[in-house]
């Protein structure tokens, strides 16, 4: 029996494909054919395809990643194919699943025909039955993405001798792939959602199994977890080693440590099931599954939640749905808690549907759009029933009292360059250096200088050389990180470091304009930056005080740690770069832990957050009441 072409593409298999994709949802790939177009399609185009196939010539679509993330919030991503490249693959894959399937070990258990789960749980309590009641459990670190694909395609080229399905098989292993707008050529891994891909898989651990087989090993493999039954904790422990020397070294795998181990086969979960034993009998109950329904991690909605604070990223629609917020977009549904909900954050191409802004006016909800550049583009704020025309009236007084506001813009800007040089004191104390040393001097000068300024425009300046000095010293706190600062630029961002710095200052902003707009102060008219025509001035004004310590310390963290890389960031045409989907998540999963660090404020100890909340409630009471207002300073 031999994989040739002519059996890949004959009619039988075909239909045999076709069928596989009757019943699927109907979606899509960049291609644009939906699977209920397909038939048509294919008709008018199924003979060109196939006979580009057979000369060589066929070249797969490109293939767009989706992150998914399960009810254990553990994330993957999954290759969402062309619809004529999901019919092709699957026609393969029929066709050399009936010549490999007698090749492989009676004990690999995943992805074939009359075995699965419940087969792979029988063996493993008849092994522990058997007295073999330690448990060597292996599991490979993100095995689809470490498969060595030279490797694999040596191992399918001893068996496969016809060049065509070699080269159509290579086609896809070294597709093209689209992530986030950022096109790659794949060169490691195979493609996770692919109904080929399960097969390779196995194909490329069938060494393994047959290795085992012959050291005569008692174990079972489902997938890339492998549980080696054992009579002895020694001789668990020396077969361990042996499987994870061959895996390292014959197959270029890593394991899992964390999931990694030798112990006692009884009470152990085992593909979600449990052994117990009971008068020298072995039983296996399911586990129930116990998940609670949390939005702190990215779902295949590409919804998180900070807080009360909600951010989509993914496309869809916001729509009202009975009492509570529905968002649905090509992956699925996911339903917002309104009564929960203080703002929603929107990244991407939303559709508001009917009724939404007036129901989300009415549960106080605001909802914000931010382009991809991290720039606020607009903003829905509730009707406020809280504002009050007395305190409107005595900020417009303060505004129009240039002695008055100019005493409180110094206040601010004296607060605001003073958490800049303690931002430099906290990294300087950790890292000694000249230049953060030199800048601190320099920034103390000018904070001394704010003082003998005769108005606002004069501040500003100031405050515009401190944080032109204050930049530089980036280069410093990040010395090993591969990112340089040149130059603060916006709108567009033209570098990653300055993609960070929109994106997070932005966050930081409409933090703070969600929580003036709960109170009876009026957004629009700021201390320092002017009320002219900007909508929204005075949280501007307090967002200064703390960028340093939230939006700074996030990059910082995110760089020096290396948690974000180039793939993080997209380049466009007009040299500005932002922060891609995966970017996004990760600078908000850090600018959610930076909020919500705790620190000595007035002797006790209160988290950012509260601080943030308590700065706006300052502010309302000196402009309403005349109570003594110190800005926050960090020490």
Not at 32 to 37: E, H, R, V
Not at 392 to 408: M, N, P, S, T
Request: charged share 30%; hydrophobic share 35%.
């Amino acid at each position: 029996m031999e994989v040739r072409i002519e059996n890949v593409l004959s009619d039988e298999n075909l239909a045999l494909a076709r069928e596989s994709l009757q019943g699927k949802r109907d979606s899509c790939g960049l291609d644009g054919i939906k699977i209920s177009m397909f038939d048509d399609y294919w008709k008018v185009n199924g003979d060109k395809i196939k006979q580009e196939i057979y000369v060589g010539k066929y070249v797969p679509g490109v293939v767009k990643l989706h992150e998914i993330v399960n009810a254990k919030q553990k994330r993957r991503s999954i290759s969402l194919m062309n619809t004529v490249d999901r019919f092709i693959y699957r026609a393969l894959m029929q066709e050399m699943s009936r010549f490999w399937e007698p090749l492989f070990s009676e004990y690999a258990y995943a992805y074939r025909d009359y075995k699965g789960t419940q087969q792979a749980v029988e063996q493993a309590a008849t092994y522990i039955e058997q007295g073999y009641k330690w448990s060597a459990e292996i599991d490979i670190e993100s095995y689809f993405d470490n498969i060595d694909q030279g490797k694999l395609l040596l191992k399918v080229q001893e068996y496969i001798q016809d060049p065509r399905v070699f080269d159509l098989l290579i086609g896809y292993c070294r597709c093209t792939i689209m992530d986030d707008h950022i096109f790659y050529q794949k060169e490691k891994g195979i493609l996770q959602g692919g109904s080929l891909s399960p097969l390779l898989s196995n194909i490329y651990l069938n060494g393994l199994d047959h290795y085992m087989e012959k050291q005569e090993y008692k174990f079972c493999r489902f997938g890339d977890n492998i549980n080696i039954y054992c009579k002895s904790y020694e001789d668990a422990f020396k077969q361990y080693q042996d499987v994870k020397t061959y895996l390292e070294e014959k197959e270029g795998l890593s394991l899992n440590i964390g999931k990694s181990g030798v112990f006692k086969a009884l009470n152990r979960k085992y593909l979600g099931y449990r052994f117990s034993e009971k008068d020298g009998k072995v039983f296996v109950k399911k586990e129930q599954k116990a998940y609670r329904t949390v939005y702190r991690d990215w779902y295949t909605t590409g919804i998180t939640r900070i807080d009360h604070n909600y951010h989509l990223i993914n496309e869809g629609i916001l729509t009202k749905h009975d009492f509570t917020i529905l968002f649905e977009g090509d992956e699925g549904k996911k339903y917002i808690p309104v009564e929960t909900a203080e703002s929603l954050y929107v990244y991407s191409n939303v559709i508001f549907s009917g009724g939404f802004f007036e129901f989300v006016n009415e549960h106080g909800l605001n909802v914000n759009i931010i382009d991809r550049y991290g720039e606020k583009v607009g903003a829905f704020v509730p009707q406020n029933n809280r504002r009050n025309i007395k305190t409107e009236i005595k900020q417009i007084k303060l505004y129009e009292d240039e002695r008055a506001r100019f005493d409180l813009a110094r206040k601010l800007e004296v607060a605001s360059i003073s958490n800049l040089r303690a931002n430099l004191r906290y990294y300087e104390r950790r890292k000694p250096d000249e230049v953060l040393q030199d800048t601190i001097a320099y920034i103390t000068g000018l904070i001394q200088k704010l003082n003998e300024a005769k108005d606002i425009t004069g501040l500003m300046t100031l405050e515009a050389r401190a944080r032109q000095k204050y930049y530089q010293c980036f280069n410093v706190i990040m010395a090993e990180s591969g990112f340089t600062f040149k130059k603060r630029t916006k709108r567009p961002p033209e570098d990653p470091l300055n993609a960070m710095i929109s994106f997070g200052n932005t966050l930081l902003y409409q933090r703070f304009a969600n929580e003036i707009n709960r109170t009876s102060l009026d957004i629009r008219i700021g201390i320092v930056h002017a009320a002219n025509s900007r909508p929204e001035s005075l949280n501007l004004d307090l967002a200064d005080l703390f960028k340093p310590i939230i939006v700074d310390r996030t990059i910082f963290t995110l760089v020096n740690r290396r948690m974000l890389n180039a793939h993080d960031f997209v380049e466009v045409e007009n040299n500005g770069v932002y922060l891609s989907k995966n970017g996004k998540k990760q600078f908000l999963q850090e600018f959610e832990r930076k909020i919500y660090q705790k620190i000595k404020y007035n002797g006790v100890e209160h988290t950012y957050d509260f601080i943030m909340k308590n700065e706006v409630q300052k502010l309302k009471k000196f402009i309403e009441q005349r109570e003594t207002y110190k800005p926050y300073k960090y020490t």
